[in-house]
């Protein structure tokens, strides 16, 4: 199922992403000791982003759709995600 841009966004902004506009909308999410853990973009012109992008977006935050599902609907937010984070079996060495 499609999710809006503007939800996305949202959910994003929960994690004190920050947005650099460019060619696309590049959100970077930092950790608490300002060290850079994922970013992601989105495309200016979208409106909706499809289930295969969500999937995507939500492999580049280490994160299955699942826990970005959670954040989008205001379940978790930045301090879930970055416990998440620290232990999530995604996240590469």
């Known amino acids: 199922m499609p999710i809006s841009v503007r939800e996305l966004e949202g959910g994003l902004r929960k994690l004190d992403a920050e947005r650099k506009d460019s060619k696309d909308a590049i959100y970077r999410v930092f950790s608490d000791d300002g060290t850079l853990i994922a970013?992601?973009?989105i495309s200016h012109g979208a409106r909706e982003v499809s289930k295969n992008l969500v999937g995507l977006i939500a492999d580049q935050l280490f994160?299955?759709?699942?826990?970005?599902?959670?954040?989008?609907?205001?379940?978790?937010?930045?301090?879930?995600?970055?416990?998440?984070?620290?232990?999530?079996?995604?996240?590469?060495?």
């Open 63 to 93: 994160l299955y759709q699942k826990q970005l599902k959670l954040i989008i609907d205001c379940t978790w937010g930045r301090q879930e995600y970055l416990e998440y984070y620290e232990t999530s079996p995604k996240r590469r060495s």
């Open 39 to 41: 970013k992601t973009k």
